[in-house]
Every structure is written in C-alpha cells, then in structure tokens.
T-cell receptor, first 112, second 114 residues
Framework: GAGVSQSPSNKVTEKGKDVELRCDPI?????LYWYRQSLGQGLEFLIY????????KSGLPSDRFSAERTGGSVSTLTIQRTQQEDSAVYLCASSRANYGYTFGSGTRLTVV | AQSVTQPDIHITVSEGASLELRCNYSYGATPYLFWYVQSPGQGLQLLLKYFSGDTLVQGIKGFEAEFKRSQSSFNLRKPSVHWSDAAEYFCAVGTNNAGNMLTFGGGTRLMVKP
C-alpha cells in the first residue's frame, strides 16, 4: 500500500483481556518496528523484524507481549492479560535501507 | 549504545519568529540522524535526515538541520514559524542504516502564539 496501515485505530478493552494490534507495512519494506508511546512520553522500542532474521525482542516489557510477522509482511502485536499500564499508543513503522522509518497512525489502546 | 537528548521539553514561539530545536546525540561513530514531527493524534512524519555529505540538510515544510560533529548536535531550524507547525518534534539516531533500530529523543512540544 501507499503507507503503513494500522488497525484498529482505537481499542478499548477490559483489564485481563487479550488484544491484537495489526500493522500492514509498505510493500517492499523489509524492516518492521513496533514502538509504544505513553501519554506525554517519548517512543519506547518494543520489537524489530528484519527480513527472515530472528526478531529483536529486547524491548518487550514483559512476557505478556508478543509479536509475529507473517510472510515478511503483516505483523500482529499481541498483549495478553492486559493491564492498565498497557494503555498507550502503539506505533508501527517500516523501512528499507537508508530511507528512515515510515510510521503508521498508531493504535490507541485504553485498558479499563 | 547510542542515545539522544532533546533538552527542551516545551518551547513556545510567536508566529513568524525563528525556531531552533536542540538535539544532542551520543554515539562513537558517524551517526545517521533524523527529525520527525508528530501532530496531535497522528503518527510521526519524517522531516529530514542526515547520512553523509553536506552537513546542512533541507527538509520538508521549510525546515533545515545542521550536523555538527564537534558538538554532537543536530539542531532543527526554521526561519519563520507558522501556526500549523505546532506539534511534537522528535530527533532520532541510527547506527548503520534505516534497517537498524532508531533511538528517539524524548521529544520537544512546540507551541505557536498568534
């Protein structure tokens, strides 16, 4: 597609439920990233996929968080047993070499 | 590991005034440097980037930034600010190329007075 697409744009969930956030990167971009932006905060790196290599999961805050990228394209970030501190905007970005990231508009997650 | 500092959390300027947003980085080799802008409720948009060559880079929306190796800085400037420039601005550093993770600064929120 023309840009990075994220869905849903907004998600309200009850504490303890699981959620799935989707990212559809720009066609041909081999790298895909997930970041989290809490209210008034900067960007917190979560996970990075590059081609067929094993993902860099070093930023995932707990084992409740996981992500996969199917066929080198669409990625899903899953948060299990959501907690209130998981409330944030989850941003996805994709890139190809030397061009910087292109970000999606984000998914605003609210855990009530 | 690399790091990025944006010393100013908030800046307020009058419309038509000049603007400079500060960014300092820490990295042992020549970095790849980026500035992004985030309007309320939106994702981040790339303003400009520096990889090599001319240390003064031009970006979109009339912005420019200058890489100063001696000061480990990559400050963003605009000669005349417009009300639509009110947003949050993020500086970022990359270690190799855009396929590697970028490290972001904490952001600077710009407010524009009429």
């Amino acid at each position: 597609g023309a840009g990075v697409s994220q869905s849903p744009s907004n998600k309200v969930t009850e504490k303890g439920k699981d959620v799935e956030l989707r990212c559809d990167p720009i066609s041909g971009h081999t790298a895909l990233y997930w970041y989290r932006q809490s209210l008034g905060q900067g960007l917190e790196f979560l996970i990075y996929f590059q081609g067929n290599s094993a993902p860099d999961k070093s930023g995932l805050p707990s084992d409740r968080f996981s992500a996969e990228r199917t066929g080198g394209s669409v990625s899903t970030l899953t948060i299990q047993r959501t907690q209130q501190e998981d409330s944030a905007v989850y941003l996805c970005a994709s890139s190809r070499a030397n061009y910087g990231y292109t970000f999606g508009s984000g998914t605003r997650l609210t855990v009530v | 590991a690399q790091s990025v500092t944006q010393p100013d959390i908030h800046i307020t300027v009058s419309e038509g005034a000049s603007l400079e947003l500060r960014c300092n980085y820490s990295y042992g080799a020549t970095p790849y440097l980026f500035w992004y802008v985030q309007s309320p409720g939106q994702g981040l948009q790339l303003l400009l980037k520096y990889f090599s060559g001319d240390t003064l880079v031009q970006g979109i929306k009339g912005f420019e930034a200058e890489f100063k190796r001696s000061q480990s800085s990559f400050n963003l400037r605009k000669p005349s600010v417009h009300w639509s420039d009110a947003a949050e601005y993020f500086c970022a550093v990359g270690t190799n190329n855009a396929g590697n993770m970028l490290t972001f600064g904490g952001g600077t929120r710009l407010m524009v007075k009429p």
